[in-house]
Every structure is written in structure tokens, then in C-alpha cells.
T-cell receptor, first 114, second 113 residues
Framework: NAGVTQTPKFQVLKTGQSMTLQCAQDMNHNSMYWYRQDPGMGLRLIYYSASEGTTDKGEVPNGYNVSRLNKREFSLRLESAAPSQTSVYFC?????????????FGSGTRLTVV | GNSVTQMEGPVTLSEEAFLTINCTYTATGYPSLFWYVQYPGEGLQLLLKATKADDKGSNKGFEATYRKETTSFHLEKGSVQVSDSAVYFCAPVNSGSARQLTFGSGTQLTVLP
């Protein structure tokens, strides 16, 4: 099925550990995004990639890095996890050209940092 | 950047009741507007959209009209079902190259049988 695939679905880390969240889309979309969702705060943009080869910071980039590996893949890395990074992480993609296109979201990664 | 103010939840309704979830936004220009829905344990799904003033987006019995004069995009449904229980997010899109969405805080809807 076409869409956005995120791995893993669940992860528990110890404080200070590192990990990479993977995201891949098969819709030939230009733009990709990483959001975090916390209770009562909606979704907040961490990083985005308007097109292959470019990345930019969003609202809450501290403690994260990203890589747009190719047009399909956009990974999010936590170099030294902290309890404040406990959250649900969503990857999304969008066709950036033209108007009125929304996002297609992955099913999320639930991350707990202890 | 854009900002969104959504009706605070949680909202609890009986089946077949009328639903309104208010959404107002601030933005530069006239952004496209979206409503997303998130069912328990899932990612967000596009519910409906409107791309210009006075457009009405509709899907699955839900409707929302792009009101430029009041910068609003309120979500309505005439008769809710238990299966509509979810979190609803209003989101305008930025006009930049990445077309970022700015999400409201979400409104939790619970429909009781």
C-alpha cells in the first residue's frame, strides 16, 4: 500500500543513548517532515525537508538531527536521548508544488526515554 | 508564521447530536486550510480541505467553510456517530516552499451511544 512507513513503532531508550527513527514514502513526494506529539500540545514541527538535498529547522529542533537520504527517505536522529524527548513522533510527506496538498502521515513511533 | 486557535476539549456528545468544533487562524495571505482526524493509536488522516475563500470542504458527513472575513474554518457534522470519536486538528498551510502545516492543539471528541 502506498504511504509513509515509520520504524520502529515502539522504542524505550535510556538517558544518553542514541537512536535513529526511519521514515520512507513511496508517493514520490518532494517534501518530508518530522513532528512530535505531546499531550495537550498538538503537533510541533521538529525538522523538515522541502526537497531532496535540503533540510531546515522547525519549531523544536534542539536535540535532534535529520538526514534526507534520498527522495524517499528522511531519518531523525537523537544523539543523546533525554526524558524530555519522550513523545510520539510522526513523519509526513507532501507534494510541495502546487496548492492545496495536505500531508500523508505515518503511523508514528512511540518513544520513551527513561 | 501561522497560528491556530482551536476549541478546547474534550467534547462529549450523544450519538446523532450536532457537532461544531471552532477553529480560527492567523496567517499571511490566504492559506489553504485543512482538518485532520486522529483515531486512537493511529497517525493523522486528512479529513477535508479548502483552498480558497468561501470554499466548502466536505467528507464523511463533515463540512467546513473557509471564511476569509472571520479567518475561521469551523468543522461541523449534523449527526455524529460513535465511530467519529477521535481527535480533530485544524491546520492552515504556510505559503513557503515547504508548505508546512501549523497544527492546532487538537480537540478530543467522544460520542456516546
Amino acid at each position: 500500500n502506498a504511504g509513509v512507513t515509520q520504524t520502529p513503532k515502539f522504542q524505550v531508550l535510556k538517558t544518553g543513548q542514541s537512536m535513529t527513527l526511519q521514515c520512507a514514502q513511496d508517493m514520490n513526494h518532494n517534501s518530508m517532515y518530522w513532528y512530535r506529539q505531546d499531550p495537550g500540545m498538538g503537533l510541533r514541527l521538529i525538522y523538515y525537508s522541502a526537497s531532496e538535498g535540503t533540510t531546515d529547522k522547525g519549531e523544536v529542533p534542539n536535540g535532534y538531527n535529520v538526514s534526507r537520504l534520498n527522495k524517499r527517505e528522511f531519518s531523525l536522529r537523537l544523539e543523546s536521548a533525554a526524558p524530555s524527548q519522550t513523545s510520539v513522533y510522526f513523519c509526513a510527506s507532501s507534494e510541495a508544488t502546487g496548492g492545496g496538498y495536505g500531508y500523508t502521515f505515518g503511523s508514528g513511533t512511540r518513544l520513551t526515554v527513561v | 508564521g501561522n497560528s491556530v486557535t482551536q476549541m478546547e476539549g474534550p467534547v462529549t456528545l450523544s450519538e446523532e447530536a450536532f457537532l461544531t468544533i471552532n477553529c480560527t487562524y492567523t496567517a499571511t495571505g490566504y492559506p489553504s486550510l485543512f482538518w485532520y482526524v486522529q483515531y486512537p493509536g493511529e497517525g493523522l488522516q486528512l479529513l477535508l480541505k479548502a483552498t480558497k475563500a468561501d470554499d466548502k470542504g466536505s467528507n464523511k458527513g463533515f463540512e467546513a467553510t473557509y471564511r476569509k472575513e472571520t479567518t475561521s474554518f469551523h468543522l461541523e457534522k449534523g449527526s455524529v456517530q460513535v465511530s467519529d470519536s477521535a481527535v480533530y486538528f485544524c491546520a492552515p498551510v504556510n505559503s513557503g516552499s515547504a508548505r508546512q502545516l501549523t497544527f492546532g492543539s487538537g480537540t478530543q471528541l467522544t460520542v456516546l451511544p
